[in-house]
């Protein structure tokens, strides 16, 4: 059971290039989040999804564009890829809430993304 | 406004000693509350989760944590601490309902020889 899975695990781009990174979990989640984690912030939420073919904007939208098509997909677009991005970018899944409860998340391994 | 504060920024321990890693949250309805730890260059594992049943939560690697709703708090503590627990802890509180989970700014645990 792989879980969730981020590829590429490392990228490094100049200023104004544009790249997908794609997160896949295997577990019939409902909810998926992409994660930026810098140094001091902890996790600040980039974009989310509450099903397939629905996302909506986080608390640090700007500059990134997301895509659910199917179920188990999340990726994450950088359009005109900025140094402020230079970050670590965690995706996670849950499947939601269960009798009014909210299940923990559960993280790929990240993404190392340096803009030069 | 739901929030979630981690006391400490950083944590140092001897090995064989006590952890205490504080956090408090801010809520006007019932949280789901975690932690996670982060080990360098890894991602975020889960250790033990609160959701609403026993207030004192086990978890994984000798963890534990106790919810107390009248101090707004789920402070993780470990009786002996061990080099292998040197990580970044998170605590992240989820309201029922809501797509929302929110991250203290981590602590970072030292733990000394």
């Known amino acids: 059971n792989a879980g969730v899975t981020q590829t590429p695990k490392f990228r490094v781009l100049k200023t104004g290039q544009s790249m997908t990174l794609l997160c896949a979990q295997d577990?019939?989640?409902?909810?998926m989040y992409w994660y930026r984690q810098d140094p001091g912030m902890g996790l600040r939420l980039i974009h989310y999804?509450?099903?397939?073919?629905?996302?909506a904007k986080g608390e640090v939208p700007d500059g990134y564009n997301v895509s659910r098509l199917k179920k188990q997909n999340f990726l994450l677009g950088l359009e005109s890829a900025a140094p402020s991005q230079t970050s670590v970018y965690f995706c996670a899944s849950s499947p939601g809430t269960e009798k009014f409860v909210n299940s923990p998340l559960h993280f790929g391994n990240g993404t190392r993304l340096t803009v030069t | 406004a739901q929030s979630v504060t981690q006391l400490d920024s950083h944590v140092s321990v001897s090995e064989g000693t006590p952890v205490l890693l504080r956090c408090n949250y801010s809520?006007?309805?019932?949280?789901?509350l975690f932690w996670y730890v982060q080990h360098p260059n890894k991602g975020l594992q889960l250790l033990l989760k609160?959701?609403?049943?026993?207030?004192l939560v086990k978890g994984i690697n000798g963890f534990e944590a106790e919810f107390k709703k009248s101090e707004t708090s789920f402070h993780l503590t470990k009786p002996s601490a061990h080099m292998s627990d040197a990580a970044e802890y998170f605590c992240v509180v989820s309201f029922s309902g809501t797509y929302k989970y929110i991250f203290g700014t981590g602590t970072r645990l030292k733990v000394l020889a």
């Open positions: 577990m019939n989640h409902e909810y």
């Open positions: 809520s006007s309805y019932s949280p789901s």
């Open positions: 999804s509450v099903g397939e073919g629905t996302t």
């Open positions: 609160y959701t609403s049943a026993a207030t």
